[in-house]
């Protein structure tokens, strides 16, 4: 821990905070406890309705069960309506570790609401949890600016963004991942919004060769959102957030409508909030790129100014999280 403050405290300062977010319902997701943030860097704790998964980033990963099993503790006496525990072992040797076995209760959540939208989850199914909290700003967003526009949705795993633009009135959405799997789980949150499912536009592939193949068929979108992983390579490209996330951002500007916006999340942790600008000033240079707007991220991952205990890793500034979120306007040459 890097405070002497005990760990029951800790949480017990974290759930005040967060009383807002815990509707009566019990159908939201949030993050309860930021511990790199909030004095406990061993533990993060989310939680999906009615169920908590519980991070444990302890190194070896024996460190950390006596935390676990405090913490289990006190969401039980805080929060009884909790009725299932996943714990996911950051440092675990297997991927079915990593990725979570229930602990508790009988069966986790399968899905949220938030912003009124229903979005399906399957919390043991990857490492994190199919669907990520430090977006929520951008689905609020997204909901409230897409009404009537052509949104391309860029690795977008579970399609989350993709549903909260459709939730939002976009006219089309075309979601992009290379994991058909994750896609899947996009259409399960259409079923669930009782939205359309349009084959065709849910493309299973490589990023690099399938932007190309968009654009030789003169798609063209109004918005295209980029969130790609820290880093993934195949034969075709690499990925790699703190080195070539320029390259990404042009590769799709030729694919977003005059006046259109390119929405370019950098989740890189170890670069700073400094360095990301200075990329995205690297491409406004010609004029053609214009940063219009940073959406931070909600303070339940961030933690509260009351419950912080320290410095991040790397100073997000101007942004608030390591998650990085610009919206980009493009402009194109006339003729």
């Not at 459709?166 to 259409?190: I, P």
């Not at 084959?199 to 918005?223: I, N, Q, T, Y």
């Amino acid at each position: 821990m890097t405070t002497d403050m005990p760990l029951e405290d800790l949480l017990d300062r974290a759930i005040t905070a967060r009383a807002e977010l815990l509707d009566e319902q019990h159908r939201g997701a949030l993050r309860l406890f930021t511990g790199f943030a909030e004095g406990c860097p061993q533990l993060v704790i989310d939680v999906y309705a009615t169920t908590a998964v519980l991070h444990n980033y302890a190194n070896p990963p024996a460190d950390g069960l006596p935390l676990v099993e405090r913490a289990l503790r006190v969401i039980q006496t805080r929060l009884p309506w909790v009725n299932a525990c996943v714990l996911k072992t950051r440092h675990a040797t297997t991927p079915e570790s990593q990725n979570g076995a229930l602990i508790d209760g009988e069966r986790p959540a399968r899905r949220i609401r938030e912003h009124g939208v229903w979005y399906a989850v399957d919390l043991t199914m990857n490492r994190d949890a199919s669907f990520y909290l430090d977006t929520r700003g951008l689905r609020a967003w997204l909901i409230t600016h897409m009404r009537g526009l052509a949104v391309l949705n860029t690795f977008a795993y579970t399609g989350s963004l993709g549903v909260a633009a459709l939730a939002g009135g976009a006219s089309r959405v075309v979601q992009l991942d290379l994991n058909r799997r994750f896609l899947n789980m996009a259409k399960d949150s259409y079923t669930l919004n009782g939205m359309p499912i349009t084959k065709a536009d849910m493309l299973s592939g490589d990023f690099w060769p399938l932007v190309s193949r968009v654009k030789r068929a003169g798609e063209r979108f109004d918005c295209v959102i980029l969130d790609p992983p820290m880093f993934a390579a195949t034969e075709n490209g690499v990925v790699d957030l703190a080195s070539n996330y320029a390259r990404l951002i042009n590769k799709l500007r030729p694919l977003v409508t005059n006046g259109g916006r390119i929405v370019a999340i950098n989740n890189a942790l170890f670069l700073s909030g400094a360095a990301y600008m200075e990329i995205l000033d690297t491409v406004c240079q010609d004029g053609y790129v214009r940063l219009a707007e940073r959406i931070d991220v909600p303070e339940d991952c961030t933690g509260y100014a009351h419950t912080r205990l320290g410095a991040p890793i790397s100073d997000p500034a101007p942004f608030n999280h390591a998650t990085k979120i610009a919206v980009l306007e493009i402009r194109h040459k006339e003729g």
